[in-house]
């Protein structure tokens, strides 16, 4: 995108032994002036600004200019010719510039600023000419030549602005009122010093050269130095102007118009120059980098870039994808386009619907009075008939096309489409969720509703004037300037020139930028006090754990450490196709046997009959060693066994293996393990759950029914303890 046009800037400063004078506890205004210099120089750099600065100082002891001769502009140093502003234009005025030790009268040093900027920019282009001059007016002025300079400012277009220590209208009630008003809100904050005889004639020159210059705006353009580090405060963002981008947009195959587009709105990123150097020498060339390519093999053997090929992972394989294949597999367009696919109403198009990372203006080609009048027929009807467009957008031959919304946007000034970019079916996320109308918990009084309509019309940013009809707006997004570059630049200036200390704490304005307006934060503290009210918080007490049948046949050994608690309840969440595509698992082990089953039924060619047979042979082992901690683990295995026939149709091996198993419990004298299953609800898979089997919802509650209960007593566990008597604890 290309800048806008570049400026030409003299920074006239002066360094005159008046400027260094403060009183006790106050910063000089020569201090002063360097800071605002220094914040103007950042603001210049961070935002890659083409404007050319030079720096011009008077009251120095010597003297170093084209005009010198004689007597005359003595005491006047060009310390810096026109160029881009750098970190050494910002390190000359932090530690160069010094207090001098004569004085020099400041029309002299704006004739001498005049000078430079005709010389330095003949025969060159620059779109404005400007002179900042920061004194104190302490020095003596002599106005013989004020009619020469006004006349020549306005001959050559040069613009002058004056930064002042003081209000420029600090010794009378005279002059531009916005002036007046602009300078009474620093007012209060200068101290209460009065000015001296010197100062005030200095003053009376500047209102005069001023007003002469522009009779309404002139004294609007004399600052201080407080008023200017508050406005100097944020860094200055990149001045861009779009480019055009010229195209077709064309309806049918019959109506064509000549059209132009720009940038309207698109995210500003932060440019990544990082570089990497050594800590030392801070030197880019004596850090060399070097990619070396190797099998993962023991040897680590190397090989040649030109013998590797990009692979994409499908599943458990690699699929080898070179740069030709993924040059074919691009979409190929024509050329650019701008194609009008038909036309929607404007309420289909919701507001959530808008993505991307820009959006266009659309306008009418140039100089083209038959685009001209199509065009603003096209986006009249649209907006007559309350319609928008549907697009088709490719910004040229290399890029994926898009399809967007066009819809008319008329103002007074002119008339354009503005293009968004829509989403694909992908690109949707469609959620459900409960309503909270069918839940009378969740329904609120009359007053509750009251109470939340007053909170949010006192936290109205946009507020009407008195008459009714003008808007204030308290919250202006679009003169927010991003907190991160902000602070970025922050740290990035304090680094430069302060390498070995921390980065500085945030500075105040940069958190102040999102807080919410000060006349809304005292608006809604009654409304807020009122909600509060009328929506109590109260704790809500811990529920009763319920206990599980882990809980009821744990281990009764007090003295070695408690066994962690398997975790079965989120078992998809863990598995993973990073697992799966280890290729290390070729059998169902006896530490984690329910992943090793998951990952063996999904790898490639698996048999799921032969795998279940090594989880079933797994699960009598556990039966067979018995004790609560085996126990859990075959019902941790049995749990996946289930999951997993279900979403892969394999529901009657599982039934099979459970009715096997029952009677395998039975015959066994396992019922405490047999407790655990009808505790955890396993049962057999029904039709509801799966469609190949053929069970139905009673059958498997029956298959569940206990057996009645006949007496006699059960056979210890390895563990000591009853069953029966930990149920009748229970």
């Known amino acids: ?56 100082l008077f009251g120095t002891g010597g003297t170093r200019n084209a005009l010198a001769s004689g007597d005359q502009y003595q005491n006047i140093t060009v310390h810096r010719s026109l160029m881009l502003p750098d970190f050494d234009l910002l390190e000359d005025i932090q530690d160069t510039i010094k207090p001098g030790s004569e004085q020099a009268d400041f029309l002299d040093a704006i004739i001498v600023c005049m000078d430079l900027l005709q010389n330095e920019t003949l025969g060159k282009k620059y779109e404005k000419r400007h002179i900042e001059l920061f004194t104190d007016l302490s020095s003596p002025v002599s106005e013989d030549q004020l009619e020469i300079i006004i006349a020549n400012l306005k001959k050559t277009g040069i613009s002058i602005q004056f930064f002042l220590p003081f209000p420029g209208d600090v010794d009378d009630g005279g002059g531009d009122t916005s002036a007046s008003e602009r300078s009474q809100m620093h007012r209060n904050s200068f101290p209460k010093k009065a000015l001296t005889e010197q100062q005030k004639e200095g003053i009376h020159v500047v209102r005069k050269l001023m007003h002469t210059l522009d009779e309404e705006g002139g004294l609007e353009e004399i600052y201080t130095f407080r008023e200017s580090l508050e406005r100097l405060s944020m860094f200055k963002k990149i001045e861009r102007r779009p480019m055009a981008w010229p195209c077709q947009l064309t309806i049918g195959s019959n109506l064509s118009i000549r059209i132009v587009a720009y940038k309207s709105v698109t995210e500003e990123k932060v440019k990544k120059i990082w570089t990497v150097v050594d800590a030392k020498t801070l030197r880019k060339d004596d850090v060399q980098k070097e990619t070396v390519y190797c099998l993962n093999d023991d040897d680590e053997t190397e090989v040649q870039k030109d013998d590797t090929i990009q692979g ?175 602070r970025l630049y922050q740290c990035l200036q304090h680094k430069a020139f302060h390498p070995n200390e921390p980065l500085p704490p945030i500075e105040q304005h940069i958190l102040e930028m999102l807080e919410m307006p000060r006349v809304v934060k005292e608006r809604c503290q009654a409304p807020l006090e009122k909600v509060k009210a009328l929506f109590p918080l109260r704790e809500v007490g811990k529920k009763k754990e319920e206990k599980t049948a882990q809980d009821i046949f744990k281990d009764n050994s007090e003295d070695g450490p408690k066994p962690k608690k398997l975790k079965i309840e989120d078992e998809e969440g863990s598995f993973s196709i990073m697992k799966l595509a280890e290729g290390n698992v070729t059998s169902v082990g006896s530490v984690n046997p329910g992943e090793d089953f998951r990952i063996l039924v999904r790898q490639k060619n698996a048999d799921f009959k032969d795998v279940s047979q090594q989880l079933i042979n797994r699960i009598d082992q556990f039966l067979e060693n018995k004790g609560s901690r085996y126990y859990m683990k075959g019902i941790n295995c049995i749990r996946v066994f289930r999951e997993e026939a279900i979403k892969l149709s394999k529901v009657q091996c599982f039934n099979d293996f459970l009715q096997a198993l029952k009677s395998k419990v039975e015959d066994k004298a396992l019922a405490d393990f047999w407790e655990i299953v009808i505790q955890d609800r396993i049962s057999l898979i029904t039709k509801d759950e799966a469609e190949g089997s053929l069970v139905t919802s009673e059958e498997a509650e029956k298959f569940l029914a206990p057996k009645e209960k006949k007496n006699e007593t059960l056979p210890p566990t390895d563990e000591g303890g009853d069953v029966d008597d930990l149920l009748d604890m229970m």
């Open 1 to 56: 995108m290309a800048r806008s046009g570049k400026a030409a800037i003299v920074l006239c400063l002066d360094v005159g032994f008046p400027m260094s004078n403060s009183a006790f506890g106050e910063e000089s205004s020569l201090e002063q002036a360097k800071k605002v210099m220094t914040k103007f120089v950042q603001r210049q750099v961070f935002a890659e600004s083409k404007d050319e600065v030079a720096v011009v």
């Open 312 to 486: 994409f992972r499908y599943g458990s394989d690699i699929v080898p994808f070179s740069k030709e294949d993924e040059e074919q597999m691009k979409y190929k367009t024509e050329a650019k386009c701008f194609s009008v696919l038909g036309f929607s109403r404007s309420s289909q198009i919701q507001r959530h619907y808008y993505m991307g990372n820009q959006v266009l203006k659309v306008f009418a080609a140039k100089d083209d009075e038959n685009a001209a009048v199509a065009f603003s027929a096209l986006v009249h009807a649209l907006d007559e008939l309350k319609v928008v467009a549907i697009v088709r957008y490719a910004y040229d031959r290399r890029c994926n096309p898009q399809v967007g919304v066009a819809f008319p946007y008329i103002k007074d000034a002119y008339e354009c489409l503005i293009y968004v970019q829509l989403p694909y079916m992908e690109d949707l996320r469609q959620y459900l969720f409960s309503s909270l109308k069918n839940n009378k918990k969740c329904i609120p009084t009359a007053d509750q509703l009251s109470a939340v309509d007053s909170l949010i019309d006192s936290m109205n940013l946009v507020c009407e004037d008195d008459d009714g009809e003008t808007f204030e707006d308290l919250f202006k997004p679009s003169k927010i300037p991003n907190p991160h570059f902000q």
